[in-house]
């Protein structure tokens, strides 16, 4: 089971690296990397498994799926 403060950890780095945009067009190539490397490291302390294709999108699905379940409301 994912503790909650994981889940908070892993919606941040995913807003961090979203707000970076698309590679090619970023302004901070380097923070592009380091957000994208953050938001790896608060997938595998949520359970995702190593070899997943898609880290970005297994976040955002994460996410989601945490803040519309009972858990998040309180």
């Not at 090619?24 to 957000?35: G, H, L, M, S």
């Not at 302390?45 to 976040?59: F, I, S």
């Amino acid at each position: 089971m994912t503790t909650e403060h994981a889940l908070e950890v892993l919606s941040t780095e995913l807003n961090a690296h979203l707000l970076c945009g698309e590679f090619e067009t970023c302004a901070d190539p380097r923070n592009f990397i380091r957000t994208s490397n953050r938001l790896f490291d608060a997938c595998m302390d949520c359970g995702m498994e190593y070899e997943t294709d898609d880290h970005v999108g297994w976040a955002a699905e994460r996410v989601a799926a945490w803040l519309c379940s009972a858990e998040c409301v309180a």
